[in-house]
Nanobody, 126 residues
Framework: QVQLVESGGGLVQAGGSLRLSCAASGFTFTTYTMGWFRQAPGKEREFVAGILGRSGGVTVYADSVKGRFTISRDNAKKTVFLQMNSLKPEDTAVYYC??????????????????WGRGTQVTVSS
């Protein structure tokens, strides 16, 4: 059974940090590109960051998080991480982990990801 389980969300003050984790099971993790998306109340889901499959040497970030967020993966542990620093109130959203079977490209389109977690809430207070 394919599963993506996010953890690490919570409440943090502006300027603070959080580290999200996503544990994967039920599929060949190394052959999947992994992504993080987020959805704020009343807004569409948006791409945050993605990391290529295999070695994970290629990463892509949304402009809004560049320089503040870092995506990484541990293939041995089948886990992808999102380190979030210098958090802002506008980062408040439910964060979702997703997997894309095309390991050769990092897509920013949610329709290209075919496996999704249930999400974890991140709230940044001002």
């Amino acid at each position: 059974q394919v599963q993506l389980v996010e953890s690490g969300g919570g409440l943090v003050q502006a300027g603070g940090s959080l580290r999200l984790s996503c544990a994967a099971s039920g599929f060949t993790f190394t052959t999947y590109t992994m992504g993080w998306f987020r959805q704020a109340p009343g807004k569409e889901r948006e791409f945050v960051a993605g990391i290529l499959g295999r070695s994970g040497g290629v990463t892509v970030y949304a402009d809004s998080v560049k320089g503040r967020f870092t995506i990484s993966r541990d293939n041995a542990k089948k886990t992808v991480f999102l380190q979030m620093n210098s958090l802002k109130p506008e980062d408040t959203a439910v964060y979702y982990c997703a997997a894309d079977g095309n390991f050769m490209v990092v897509s920013e389109k949610d329709k290209d990801y075919d496996r999704w977690g249930r999400g974890t809430q991140v709230t940044v207070s001002s």
